[in-house]
Structure formats: C-alpha cells, structure tokens
C-alpha cells in the first residue's frame, strides 16, 4: 500500500470495526514497550501513551472518531492476555517462573507482572470477574466470528442481528434467556406496529436497547 493511504474500514454504529483492525489492536496490546506489562491497572496507562495508539491506528484504518474508544478497549482487553494464557502457570510457584518465557519481555517487566498476578488483591479481583463470567446467562452460536464483523455483513438492525446469532439451526432460541429477549422484541415490533410508527434503523435499534438494555448490548457487541 502506498505511503500515506490508509485502509478504509467499515464501522458499525458503536464505531466497532471488523477483524483486521482487531487483528492489529492485539498487535499494538502486544507491544510492552508502548504499554509496559508490570503496570498493574489499565487506567495507569497514561492518557498520551493510549492517544499514541490510537494515532497508529488512524495511521493505518480511516477510522471514524467515535472508533477510539473501542479500539482502546479491545487493546486493553488484549494487553496482557496471551501472555498470562501462554506462560503463567497458576498452580507453580512464582521462583520457579522467573525465567522470562520470551525475549520480547523485558525480564524485570516479567517479575513484576508475576508479583501483580501472585498478589492477594489480583487474585480476589480473578475470582470476582471468574463468578461474574458464571453467571453469564445469554449464549450465542457465531462461532469465533466477531460480532462487529457478522453484524457489519449483514447489514442487520440490532434486532434482526440479535436474533441471528441466538438462534439454533432448528430455529429455537439457544436458550431460555434469549427466547425472553426475542419474544419481547417481538411485542416491541408489535406495539410500533399498532402506533404506526416509522420503522427507521435507529427507531429498531433504539427498540432493541429497551428489549435488551443498552449495557448489555453494548457488552454483546465488544
């Protein structure tokens, strides 16, 4: 690609964009000498060091602004991921993990991540969000397709899409919770029927936030 043209990425309405630029993101995450991995919290990270981010990826992605905050959280999710999935092993001792696994780390940035994950107030924050995953009620059956991606080829309204992704290829819902979600779409779409009312995409998509809640729609499309 010449120098100076960037890709052109398509966004959805929460500024999420598809696979490629997440592909980059966790690039980016990955980089510990632009987000060192021994700090202990996201919010740390100094607010030039994430708009330094963002402006490799405008870089890259022409990007609307609103995309920012999306990129930053999928780089935040990804900061240190692979690293603990990779290398750490829970049930070790930590002196016996010392021994920087790869040399894209600096050593002294490994020991102290090793502190940060051995600490009593890490630990209590892992069993916190492991019993909030638990209680994670709402399936899906896309696979390990992005949301961002799916809905963006589908063109879908958030209602549509919602009911897309939850739904078997026996045409039951995957499961007791997304039915509830469906059929109280299906009585929104009803109503709006009745009222006459002028079925735009953000009219349904605004529908579909009263159906689902606007947090955990937006937790649906990270």
């Keep these: 690609m010449p120098d100076g043209q960037r890709i052109v990425v398509p966004t959805n309405g929460l500024g999420q964009g598809v696979d490629a630029v997440a592909q980059f993101l966790g690039t980016l995450a990955r980089n510990w000498k632009l987000f060192p991995i021994d700090?202990?919290?996201?919010?740390?990270?100094?607010?030039?060091?994430?708009?330094?981010?963002?402006?490799?990826?405008?870089?890259?992605?022409?990007?609307?602004?609103?995309?920012?905050a999306w990129a930053?959280?999928?780089i935040n999710i990804k900061w240190k991921m692979t690293l603990r999935k990779t290398y750490y092993k829970p049930n070790v001792p930590a002196i016996e993990q010392l021994d920087c696994p790869t040399p894209q780390i600096h050593k002294d940035q490994w020991v102290n991540l090793l502190c940060i994950w051995e600490s009593d107030n890490f630990k209590k924050s892992s069993e916190v969000n492991k019993d909030n995953r638990s209680k994670k009620v709402i399936n899906h059956c896309v696979g390990t397709k992005s949301y961002a991606r799916i809905r963006k080829e589908a063109e879908d309204t958030g209602e549509t899409f919602f009911k897309k992704t939850h739904t078997r290829k026996d045409g039951t819902p995957v499961?007791?919770?997304s039915k509830e979600i469906m059929d109280?779409?299906?009585?929104?779409?009803?109503?709006?029927?009745n009222e006459n009312s002028e079925r735009t995409t953000a009219a349904q998509d605004d529908m579909?936030?009263?159906?689902?809640?606007?947090?955990?729609?937006?937790?649906l499309w990270a």
């Design 39 to 68: 700090v202990d919290n996201w919010k740390k990270i100094p607010e030039s060091t994430k708009n330094r981010a963002w402006e490799f990826v405008k870089r890259k992605f022409d990007l609307p602004d609103n995309s920012k």
């Design 208 to 219: 579909f936030a009263k159906a689902l809640g606007k947090s955990e729609r937006r937790a």
């Design 175 to 177: 499961d007791d919770a």
């Design 184 to 193: 109280k779409i299906d009585e929104l779409l009803s109503q709006q029927t």
């Design 72 to 74: 930053l959280k999928n």
